[in-house]
C-alpha cells in the first residue's frame, strides 16, 4: 500500500506561480512512477506531468514550458511547479502512484492515488 498527501493548493492570480508538493509513504518510493493529474468539474481526469523513478519525466502539452515535474527520492516526495498560470489550469490536481518504473498517461495505470488539491487561477 501506498499513501499519497498533497499539498500547495490556494487560490493565484493569472501569472503567477505555485509548487504542489504529494508526499508518499508505504514502500519503497524509488521504485514507483509517479504522476500528477487533474480534473475539471464534470470531465474525466487528465494527464499533466509522470516522472520515473530514474527521473525521466514526461508533460502533456498544456503544461510543456510552464510546468515542470521533480522527485525526491530521499524524501517520498514529488513536485509539479506550475508557472505562468491560466485561469483554464484550475482544476483538482492529484497525485498518483504506478507500481512500475515506467510512467504512464493513462489514470487506470496508477495503483494509488492521492485525496486532490484545488488550483484556482483567477483572472
Known amino acids: 500500500q501506498v499513501q499519497l498527501v498533497e499539498s500547495g493548493g490556494e487560490l493565484v492570480q493569472a501569472g503567477d506561480s505555485l509548487r504542489l508538493s504529494c508526499a508518499a509513504s508505504?514502500?519503497?518510493?524509488?521504485?514507483?512512477?509517479m504522476g500528477w493529474f487533474r480534473q475539471f468539474p464534470g470531465k474525466e481526469r487528465e494527464f499533466v506531468a509522470g516522472?520515473?523513478?530514474?527521473?525521466?519525466?514526461d508533460y502533456a502539452d498544456s503544461g510543456k514550458g510552464r510546468f515542470t515535474i521533480s522527485r525526491d527520492n530521499a524524501k517520498n516526495t514529488v513536485d509539479l511547479q506550475m508557472n505562468s498560470l491560466k485561469p483554464e489550469d484550475t482544476a483538482v490536481y492529484y497525485c498518483?502512484?504506478?507500481?512500475?518504473?515506467?510512467?504512464?498517461?493513462?489514470?487506470?495505470?496508477?495503483?494509488?492515488w492521492g485525496q486532490g488539491t484545488q488550483v484556482t487561477v483567477s483572472s
Open positions: 498518483a502512484a504506478r507500481s512500475s518504473f515506467w510512467e504512464s498517461r493513462n489514470p487506470p495505470a496508477y495503483d494509488y
Open positions: 508505504g514502500r519503497t518510493f524509488s521504485g514507483l512512477a
Open positions: 516522472i520515473r523513478g530514474n527521473s525521466v519525466t
